[in-house]
């Protein structure tokens, strides 16, 4: 994905989590889930943001229908990673470590949660870690 999750504003951010969510749509469709009383003027903000993400890289579009249908052409969780990274270089000088312990601190974590990120350690710490 290189930089573009990087430079992704909250606003692109909103139209590909609805992407996420709902799957491939119209620029009707995500503009109803993100506007649900929207108007005119919100379509077309859709479609601009639209324009961008597939600029960067970030969605795919078919033009095979008449209405076009848009398809995030990211993941959720690269995206995350390399936000994460950015922030971490930005505040951290690249250390995501003290980000871990400020979030881990600060959010009661479930059974689940718990238990994922004992594994994640595990792994990392024999070298089997999926991330780089």
Known sequence: MSH??????????????????????????????????????????????????EAKRCVSRDRSGFAHVFAAAVDRDD?????????????????????????ASATRLTPEESAALKKLIDESDNGTSKRK
């Open 4 to 53: 573009a999750a990087a430079t992704i504003t909250d606003a692109e951010l909103a139209v590909l989590d609805a992407l996420w969510t709902q799957g491939p749509a119209t620029i009707r469709q995500i503009a109803d889930v993100i506007y649900p009383r929207g108007t005119a003027a919100h379509y077309a903000t859709v479609q601009k943001l639209l324009e961008r993400l």
């Open 79 to 103: 995206v995350i990673a390399e936000r994460l990274k950015a922030v971490a270089d930005q505040l951290c000088e690249g250390s995501l470590t003290p980000l871990l312990l400020q979030l």
